[in-house]
């Protein structure tokens, strides 16, 4: 399945004209599966990873770490070593249950990112049982 997420999500963003690297986090947030697409900055597999290690270890999309910093930027996560405050990142569930995440990097805005970790998590969704 982390295969078929990766691939789905840099093959989303790369349709919609965005260049992305996609990290895969497992239930105890250690890194499965990382690629890196095609032009790529360097920068996008660390962000990408950083930003599934939030969604994972706080059970929200990374997005919602933005917001919780803006409403107190003396929150300590997000100082945390491996946590960064920016939208990209989904967690992956089973029912209730936070089994990993994705975090995607490299379009021009989180929003972006996020729409293509979305479409690799509905990709695999009849499989996440």
């Known amino acids: 399945m982390a295969f078929t997420m990766a691939q789905?999500?840099?093959?989303?963003?790369?349709?919609?004209?965005y260049r992305v690297s996609v990290t895969i986090?497992?239930?105890?947030?250690?890194?499965i599966?990382?690629?890196?697409?095609d032009g790529t900055g360097p920068h996008t597999m660390?962000?990408?990873?950083?930003?599934?290690y939030t969604s994972r270890t706080f059970r929200i999309p990374s997005g919602e770490m933005v917001k919780r910093y803006k409403e107190n930027p003396q929150n300590g996560a997000v100082f945390l070593?491996?946590?960064?405050a920016a939208?990209?990142?989904?967690p992956i569930q089973v029912g209730d249950d936070?089994?990993?995440?994705?975090?995607?990097?490299?379009?021009?805005?989180?929003?972006?990112?996020?729409?293509?970790?979305?479409?690799a998590i509905d990709k695999v969704a009849a499989d996440l049982k």
């Open 81 to 84: 070593s491996g946590v960064v």
């Open 25 to 31: 986090v497992g239930r105890n947030a250690e890194t």
């Open 87 to 90: 939208q990209g990142a989904l």
């Open 8 to 17: 789905t999500a840099v093959a989303t963003c790369f349709a919609n004209g």
């Open 98 to 119: 936070v089994i990993g995440a994705i975090g995607v990097s490299g379009a021009p805005g989180g929003e972006k990112d996020e729409v293509c970790a979305k479409a």
């Open 33 to 37: 599966l990382q690629v890196r697409g």
């Open 46 to 52: 660390e962000n990408s990873q950083r930003k599934a």
